[in-house]
């Protein structure tokens, strides 16, 4: 079995990351995580190489990230939240997920065959709404072929670390199991 997760948080001891260790500790099989704080992937410049073609002209971590893809059985997008939505560089790797939007819609392939159980985990130190940030998640996993999607939010960071959130904590761990099951 693996995991794909992407991080979207630029703190190393934050939140976001005391739940993704709790992912890593308890998953099965092998993991890729991807910082989008500290990868070498570049956004999407928009050059619609993939309108016509598989892939991405850009050459640089994300053709790993596409390999790994391919091979996965479940993804994670996990991330704090800023103005309502995902970071800004979690976005950025996002944006090079567009080959794959391409292939569907541009070019009527499909180009990543193995379905994926995928989940979110937002953190948020406010108590405003996940929705739109949810929603931005969602598309991506999408794009990747999950079609079984959880969830965690986590609010009120500010006040009680994610990790000592009792009800985020349980959600995690329906997911870990979730994973964790065979097909």
Known sequence: MKTLIFNGSPRAKGDTVSLI???TENIKG???LVNAYRCDISPCVDCRYCWKNSGCA?????Q??????????????ASPLYFSELTGKLLDVGSRLQTYFSAGFLRKEKCIEKPKKGAVVLVGGGSGGMDKAYDT????????????????FCNNTDTTPAIANEHAVEELKDIIRYFNEEE
């Open 64 to 77: 790993d990230v596409y390999a790994y893809i391919q091979e996965c059985d479940n993804i994670v997008i």
């Open 58 to 62: 850009i050459k640089d971590e994300m």
């Open 137 to 152: 998640a969602c598309i991506l996993l999408h794009d990747m072929n999950c079609r079984d999607i959880r969830k965690v």
């Open 30 to 32: 092998e993991y890729k």
């Open 21 to 23: 260790n709790m992912v």
